[in-house]
């Protein structure tokens, strides 16, 4: 298991930007971003592997997915905010590829605490 530490998150108004970090404390090949607000399950957010990236509808358009391999570090740029992107964002990780197309959450093994953001009206 990897360890995992988010950072970035943060309040803005709506429209705004916001890029989160997630620094891993060893290599995996999966590496995604998941969200949850009060009374909501968890959702996947965006996912990426060596060989590509995924994204859920609802940020598709807004949200960038990156890592920088040689610091192990995810990233998560934020743009256009809306106030329904409020919730805590997890970062999370897995050995194996399969999280990349289902963003499900059972597919990655590693989590970190998460980072709060707030995006109000």
């Known amino acids: 298991e990897v360890n995992l530490v988010e950072s970035g998150g943060g309040s803005v108004q709506a429209g705004g930007s916001l890029k989160l970090s997630c620094t891993a404390s060893s290599y995996t090949s999966l590496m995604g971003w998941f969200r949850q607000a009060p009374g909501k399950r968890r959702e996947g957010v965006a996912a990426?592997?060596?060989?590509?990236?995924n994204y859920a509808t609802s940020v598709k358009g807004r949200f960038t997915i990156s890592r920088d391999y040689a610091k192990n570090t995810l990233y998560l740029q934020m743009n256009s905010l809306k106030p329904e992107d409020t919730a805590m964002y997890y970062c999370?990780?897995?050995?194996?590829?399969?999280?990349?197309?289902?963003?499900?959450?059972?597919?990655?093994?590693?989590w970190g605490q998460g980072t709060q953001v707030t995006v109000s009206s």
């Open positions: 990426i592997t060596y060989d590509g990236t």
């Open positions: 999370a990780a897995d050995i194996v590829d399969g999280g990349l197309e289902s963003l499900a959450a059972g597919d990655f093994g590693s």
